[in-house]
Nanobody
Framework: QEQFVESGGGLVQPGGSLTLSCAAS????????MSWLRQVPGKEREWVAS????????LYADSVKGRFTISRDNTKNMVYLQMTDLKPEDTAVYFC???????????WGQGTQVTVSS
Protein backbone atom coordinates (compact mmCIF):
# COMPACT_ATOMS: atom_id res chain seq x y z
CA GLN A 1 0.00 0.00 0.00
CA GLU A 2 1.52 3.30 -1.12
CA GLN A 3 1.90 5.84 1.65
CA PHE A 4 3.08 9.44 1.78
CA VAL A 5 3.77 11.42 4.96
CA GLU A 6 4.46 15.12 4.47
CA SER A 7 5.93 17.40 7.11
CA GLY A 8 7.74 20.69 7.60
CA GLY A 9 5.00 23.20 6.90
CA GLY A 10 4.23 26.20 9.05
CA LEU A 11 3.60 29.93 9.22
CA VAL A 12 6.25 32.11 7.61
CA GLN A 13 6.50 35.75 6.65
CA PRO A 14 6.73 36.83 3.01
CA GLY A 15 10.30 36.40 1.81
CA GLY A 16 10.92 33.60 4.27
CA SER A 17 11.96 30.00 3.69
CA LEU A 18 10.74 26.52 4.56
CA THR A 19 11.83 23.00 3.69
CA LEU A 20 9.17 20.32 3.32
CA SER A 21 9.84 16.61 3.68
CA CYS A 22 7.98 13.62 2.29
CA ALA A 23 8.46 10.07 3.51
CA ALA A 24 7.26 7.64 0.83
CA SER A 25 6.73 3.91 1.31
CA UNK A 26 4.89 0.88 -0.04
CA UNK A 27 6.48 0.94 -3.51
CA UNK A 28 9.93 1.00 -5.08
CA UNK A 29 10.46 4.70 -4.40
CA UNK A 30 13.91 5.13 -6.02
CA UNK A 31 12.56 3.92 -9.36
CA UNK A 32 9.68 6.40 -9.49
CA UNK A 33 9.56 10.03 -10.51
CA MET A 34 8.24 12.05 -7.59
CA SER A 35 6.27 15.29 -7.47
CA TRP A 36 5.09 17.95 -5.09
CA LEU A 37 1.62 19.39 -5.57
CA ARG A 38 -0.37 21.95 -3.59
CA GLN A 39 -4.01 22.74 -3.03
CA VAL A 40 -5.96 25.74 -1.83
CA PRO A 41 -9.49 25.10 -0.48
CA GLY A 42 -12.03 25.22 -3.28
CA LYS A 43 -9.44 24.86 -6.04
CA GLU A 44 -7.93 21.99 -8.00
CA ARG A 45 -4.68 20.46 -6.81
CA GLU A 46 -1.81 22.25 -8.59
CA TRP A 47 1.47 20.65 -9.65
CA VAL A 48 4.55 22.40 -8.25
CA ALA A 49 7.70 20.39 -9.03
CA SER A 50 8.93 16.97 -10.14
CA UNK A 51 12.16 15.03 -9.87
CA UNK A 52 13.15 11.99 -11.93
CA UNK A 53 13.60 8.64 -10.25
CA UNK A 54 17.16 7.67 -10.99
CA UNK A 55 18.64 10.87 -12.34
CA UNK A 56 18.91 14.51 -11.37
CA UNK A 57 16.39 15.87 -13.87
CA UNK A 58 13.89 18.28 -12.32
CA LEU A 59 10.99 20.40 -13.57
CA TYR A 60 9.18 23.31 -11.94
CA ALA A 61 5.95 25.20 -12.41
CA ASP A 62 6.60 28.71 -13.70
CA SER A 63 5.13 30.16 -10.51
CA VAL A 64 7.90 28.64 -8.35
CA LYS A 65 10.84 28.42 -10.75
CA GLY A 66 13.95 29.97 -9.26
CA ARG A 67 12.50 29.94 -5.73
CA PHE A 68 11.80 26.26 -5.01
CA THR A 69 14.18 23.30 -5.23
CA ILE A 70 13.06 19.66 -5.25
CA SER A 71 15.48 16.96 -4.18
CA ARG A 72 15.43 13.36 -3.01
CA ASP A 73 17.40 10.88 -0.94
CA ASN A 74 16.81 7.44 -2.42
CA THR A 75 18.64 5.77 0.46
CA LYS A 76 15.92 7.01 2.81
CA ASN A 77 12.92 7.08 0.41
CA MET A 78 12.61 10.80 1.12
CA VAL A 79 11.69 13.73 -1.13
CA TYR A 80 12.22 17.35 -0.17
CA LEU A 81 11.01 20.75 -1.30
CA GLN A 82 13.16 23.70 -0.34
CA MET A 83 11.14 26.88 -0.64
CA THR A 84 12.68 30.35 -0.57
CA ASP A 85 11.37 33.88 -1.13
CA LEU A 86 7.91 32.68 -0.18
CA LYS A 87 4.91 34.71 -1.29
CA PRO A 88 1.36 34.86 0.09
CA GLU A 89 0.17 33.06 -3.05
CA ASP A 90 2.28 30.06 -2.02
CA THR A 91 -0.13 29.48 0.87
CA ALA A 92 -1.61 26.00 0.41
CA VAL A 93 -1.55 22.44 1.66
CA TYR A 94 1.42 20.69 0.05
CA PHE A 95 1.33 17.03 -0.96
CA CYS A 96 3.82 14.63 -2.49
CA UNK A 97 3.08 11.69 -4.77
CA UNK A 98 4.78 9.55 -7.37
CA UNK A 99 4.71 10.60 -11.00
CA UNK A 100 5.95 13.29 -13.38
CA UNK A 101 3.89 16.49 -13.19
CA UNK A 102 1.09 14.56 -11.48
CA UNK A 103 0.10 12.24 -8.71
CA UNK A 104 0.31 8.70 -10.08
CA UNK A 105 -1.16 6.93 -7.09
CA UNK A 106 -4.67 7.32 -5.74
CA UNK A 107 -3.34 7.29 -2.19
CA TRP A 108 -2.57 10.72 -0.79
CA GLY A 109 -1.05 11.79 2.51
CA GLN A 110 -2.54 14.34 4.85
CA GLY A 111 -0.36 17.07 3.39
CA THR A 112 1.42 19.83 5.25
CA GLN A 113 0.02 23.34 5.57
CA VAL A 114 2.18 26.26 4.43
CA THR A 115 0.91 29.72 5.33
CA VAL A 116 2.74 32.81 4.11
CA SER A 117 1.51 35.89 5.91
CA SER A 118 2.80 38.95 7.71
Amino acid sequence: QEQFVESGGGLVQPGGSLTLSCAASGFAVPYYDMSWLRQVPGKEREWVASIAGRETRTLYADSVKGRFTISRDNTKNMVYLQMTDLKPEDTAVYFCNAGWRSGAFSAWGQGTQVTVSS
